[in-house]
């Protein structure tokens, strides 16, 4: 589709309704929040056939401009996906409401009371690519923080993330709140997102998902303030003491399950003591199911059909049955490599060895670290959060899944009676 020009105008009116409504929804009650976001479920249960056949229009035009396997798969649509993204909606609802909770607090010794309460942000932008489920995540996630939303989704999912975005509001409006809440911009093609990225005071946040270009892009030119979601070149550890079944069945999920997804394992580092016995079994499993293995020379001594491992291998988020493969000599090689090569998502070790286990939890700085566990747990709908906003990959605010607490900033609220400071 090709892109619009830009009407700064309407896009600016766009972008100043988002603030007025974040106004109405920072004084909004958690009842209020709850009737929208139940509103939402049963209209997206209710609108399934007018959703998917936007959806069946993007998937056309996407095959037709070449988009890849694994952008396909996060593009599309089903009955069961979106019945999956309606129970996700229900269970923001039967969640805490952050808005309002006391962080901290204390009371002088002359009586002034101070707390430290949780406050939305206003409004929040979101950057996005072939991604409908995220138009509806970062909705309900936004809304039940006290949050309007302004989302760009991409050409490539322009024709769902409308019908979502209608069925959203039109909840909204049936809920008492204002449908501006939640709005797309995706009409204005790039230069919408530009925009965006340029909206300071209108915009008090910005979240970009998506490939690796897309987030560094966002990262060096927004104005706007930004939470870094990454890219997932994910491991996967062996040590010399991992279960056979363990080793097996952990990383062919980790991979198999759905490979399009940014907790999906990229690579498998295998200790050399362990690799004439763990390669052929973790291999056999996966080649069963499709998947293609790069390994380096050493692993490649023991499964020699393997595609010979090229450097870049070791950064590329494939998205797709492709996994590299590589034999270390210690667990210090292993997370060296880590450092090198990781984009600070998911990591885990397969271990019985419990030194190595703490040690792999203190050393390996990632977002999320796991012990003898699938890194497709990686993800804020199975950390109980509903959905997710994404998974921040920075060390500022908010680090790993983000769900409502991570949409929220805080103030303080000093109570007196009268005091004055000598």
């Given at each position: 589709?090709?892109?619009?020009?830009?009407?700064?105008?309407?896009?600016?009116?766009?972008?100043?309704?988002?603030?007025?409504?974040?106004?109405?929804?920072?004084?909004?009650?958690?009842?209020?929040?709850?009737?929208?976001?139940?509103?939402?479920?049963?209209?997206?249960?209710?609108?399934?056939?007018?959703?998917?056949?936007?959806?069946?229009?993007?998937?056309?035009?996407?095959?037709?401009?070449?988009?890849?396997?694994?952008?396909?798969?996060?593009?599309?649509?089903?009955?069961?996906?979106?019945?999956?993204?309606?129970?996700?909606?229900?269970?923001?609802?039967?969640?805490?409401?952050?808005?309002?909770?006391?962080?901290?607090?204390?009371?002088?010794?002359n009586g002034v009371k101070i707390t430290q309460v949780r406050v939305p942000f206003?409004?929040?932008?979101?950057?996005?690519?072939?991604?409908?489920?995220?138009?509806?995540?970062?909705?309900?996630?936004?809304?039940?923080?006290?949050?309007?939303?302004?989302?760009?989704?991409?050409?490539a999912a322009i024709n769902t993330n409308r019908v979502l975005v209608e069925v959203?509001?039109?909840?909204?409006?049936?809920?008492?709140?204002?449908?501006?809440?939640?709005?797309?911009?995706?009409?204005?093609?790039?230069?919408?997102?530009?925009?965006?990225?340029?909206?300071?005071?209108?915009?008090?946040?910005?979240?970009?998902?998506?490939?690796?270009?897309?987030?560094?892009?966002?990262?060096?030119?927004?104005?706007?303030?930004?939470?870094?979601?990454?890219?997932?070149?994910?491991?996967?550890?062996?040590?010399?003491?991992?279960?056979?079944?363990?080793?097996?069945?952990?990383?062919?999920?980790?991979?198999?399950?759905?490979?399009?997804?940014?907790?999906?394992?990229?690579?498998?580092?295998?200790?050399?003591?362990?690799?004439?016995?763990?390669?052929?079994?973790?291999?056999?499993?996966?080649?069963?199911?499709?998947?293609?293995?790069?390994?380096?020379?050493?692993?490649?001594?023991?499964?020699?059909?393997?595609?010979?491992?090229?450097?870049?291998?070791?950064?590329?988020?494939?998205?797709?049955?492709?996994?590299t493969v590589k034999v270390v000599d210690t667990i210090d090689e292993a997370m060296?490599?880590?450092?090198?090569?990781?984009?600070?998502?998911?990591?885990?070790?397969?271990?019985?060895?419990?030194?190595?286990?703490?040690?792999?939890?203190?050393?390996?700085?990632?977002?999320?670290?796991?012990?003898?566990?699938?890194?497709?747990?990686?993800?804020?709908?199975?950390?109980?959060?509903?959905?997710?906003?994404?998974?921040?990959?920075?060390?500022?605010?908010?680090?790993?899944?983000?769900?409502?607490?991570?949409?929220?900033?805080?103030?303080?609220?000093?109570?007196?009676?009268?005091?004055?400071?000598?």
């Amino acid at each position: 589709m090709p892109e619009t020009t830009l009407d700064l105008a309407t896009l600016f009116d766009k972008l100043t309704a988002a603030k007025s409504a974040s106004i109405a929804l920072a004084t909004a009650t958690t009842t209020q929040k709850d009737g929208a976001l139940s509103a939402i479920a049963a209209g997206i249960r209710q609108s399934a056939r007018s959703i998917l056949e936007a959806n069946e229009l993007d998937l056309a035009n996407g095959r037709e401009n070449g988009l890849s396997a694994g952008l396909i798969d996060r593009l599309t649509l089903s009955d069961a996906r979106l019945e999956a993204l309606a129970d996700a909606v229900d269970q923001i609802v039967g969640l805490t409401d952050p808005v309002g909770q006391a962080v901290r607090g204390s009371a002088l010794p002359n009586g002034v009371k101070i707390t430290q309460v949780r406050v939305p942000f206003g409004v929040v932008g979101a950057i996005y690519e072939a991604r409908p489920n995220v138009t509806v995540d970062i909705a309900a996630l936004a809304l039940k923080s006290g949050n309007a939303v302004v989302l760009r989704g991409g050409s490539a999912a322009i024709n769902t993330n409308r019908v979502l975005v209608e069925v959203i509001q039109s909840a909204l409006s049936g809920a008492g709140l204002p449908p501006e809440s939640v709005q797309t911009i995706d009409e204005f093609g790039r230069e919408g997102a530009t925009e965006l990225m340029k909206a300071r005071g209108l915009v008090d946040v910005l979240i970009p998902r998506g490939s690796a270009d897309l987030i560094s892009t966002v990262v060096l030119e927004s104005k706007v303030p930004v939470i870094e979601t990454g890219a997932g070149v994910v491991h996967i550890f062996l040590d010399e003491s991992a279960r056979d079944d363990w080793a097996v069945e952990i990383v062919h999920n980790a991979k198999v399950q759905r490979p399009s997804v940014c907790n999906s394992v990229e690579t498998v580092l295998v200790h050399a003591a362990a690799a004439d016995r763990l390669l052929p079994l973790m291999a056999a499993r996966l080649v069963e199911s499709g998947v293609t293995i790069h390994a380096d020379e050493r692993a490649r001594a023991v499964l020699p059909f393997a595609v010979p491992a090229v450097e870049e291998d070791w950064s590329t988020e494939h998205m797709s049955l492709d996994i590299t493969v590589k034999v270390v000599d210690t667990i210090d090689e292993a997370m060296a490599h880590i450092r090198r090569y990781s984009t600070q998502h998911t990591e885990s070790i397969i271990t019985n060895d419990l030194q190595n286990a703490d040690r792999f939890l203190a050393e390996v700085d990632s977002a999320v670290v796991m012990v003898n566990a699938s890194t497709r747990f990686s993800d804020g709908g199975e950390f109980g959060f509903g959905a997710e906003v994404g998974i921040s990959t920075q060390k500022l605010h908010a680090r790993g899944p983000m769900g409502l607490p991570e949409l929220t900033s805080t103030k303080w609220i000093v109570r007196g009676s009268g005091q004055t400071r000598s």
